[in-house]
């Protein structure tokens, strides 16, 4: 368990609807699977504040994304944000925290940010080739979402679009929504008692993540490459099941969550199954939570997997989000 039963109580309380319970709840956040993304997060754990752009089958992204795949690899980056070599790692002023994206995959990821109105940052987009890194300085204080982006493709102006995490085919996201499916890294910054909340969240995947603290007083619980007691950070795409599966031109890009897929009460965890006590994924028809858990033992699940989940740190702690397997 790691957050400890005291933290998840006063956590519960201070914060209802955050990282907990309805405020997880997908069925809110995706009654409609082709809803259009949009508004900006205002929680870190709030699945409501990302609606979904649409998502599904290798039909429903269209020629967009098949034309974004082909021409992705050759291309570019947006005017001005090229790089050819790892920049220095910024140097953080009181109040702001060292959030660094590692790419430990073969291929490029274009990493993002939902902005946050109340604590903005000064870019939400960035490009980083396989083996790169990048920071970023965050205010203590931010609430939100980043993720990884993938099959980009961006003209000069930093418009474009990307195969999987796009949002609304901007190089720099500003505060528009990604669209699923995507793996989010979820951040809550000194939201209770000095302690930050973060979590990997399963509501779709696109890229294997997990996150890692450094600083602060709270021992990190994830090892440097991406494990915890109950197993290691694999590839979902390598096992997603054929239903959940979001395909461009033959090619398995994403793994969809069950929600949005089905959109059913139970798997969406609504009406009859909205409580913890009947929310259990071992009774839906197929234990698809579980299939997600395998692939990403430190991750977001369903609605009611925080005990396992939830990650904290005080202190003033810095973080590493990192892109690929545990090796």
């Known amino acids: 368990m790691v957050v400890g039963v005291v933290a998840l109580v006063a956590l519960a309380a201070f914060l209802p609807g955050r990282l907990f319970g309805a405020g997880r709840t997908q069925g809110a956040a995706q009654a409609a699977p082709s809803a259009v993304s949009g508004a900006p997060a205002t929680s870190a754990g ?9 998502r599904g089958s290798a039909s429903a992204h269209g020629s967009a994304h098949a ?17 050819s070599a790892a920049p220095a790692a910024p140097v953080p002023a009181a109040g702001q925290r060292v959030v660094t994206f590692v790419n430990a995959t073969a291929q490029t990821v274009w990493p993002a940010a939902q902005a946050d109105p109340k604590e903005p940052l000064a870019r939400t987009g960035w490009v980083l080739p396989p083996g790169a890194s990048v920071s970023l300085l965050m205010p203590d204080g931010w609430n939100g979402r980043l993720w ?55 509501d779709g995947f696109n890229l294997p993540m997990w996150i890692n603290h450094t600083g602060g007083t709270t021992p990190d619980k994830v090892s440097a490459d991406g494990c915890i007691p109950a197993g290691c950070t694999h590839d979902l795409l390598a096992t997603c099941p054929s239903a959940l599966q979001d395909r461009v031109g033959g090619s398995v890009v994403g793994c969809l969550g069950p929600c949005t897929v089905f959109n059913t009460d139970q798997y969406c965890c ?42 904290t740190c005080s202190g003033g702690c810095d973080y590493r989000i990192t892109f690929g397997v545990s090796r």
């Open 67 to 83: 034309s974004a795949a082909a021409s992705a690899t050759h291309a570019p980056a947006p005017a001005g944000h090229r790089t």
């Open 270 to 311: 609504r009406g009859a199954w909205s409580t913890r006590a009947t929310c259990l994924p071992a009774r839906w028809p197929v234990d698809y939570a579980a299939i997600f858990k395998r692939a990403e033992p430190t991750g977001y699940s369903y609605v009611y997997d925080d005990q396992s989940s939830v990650y």
């Open 148 to 202: 990884g982006r993938t099959g980009c493709s961006f003209d000069a102006a930093g418009q474009g679009h990307c195969v999987t995490g796009d949002c609304d085919g901007r190089f720099q996201c500003g505060t528009a929504g990604s669209t699923a499916p995507e793996t989010l890294a979820e951040f809550d910054l000194n939201a209770w008692g000095g302690m930050d909340f973060y979590d990997v969240n399963l």
């Open 46 to 54: 709030t699945a409501a504040a990302r609606t979904a752009a649409p």
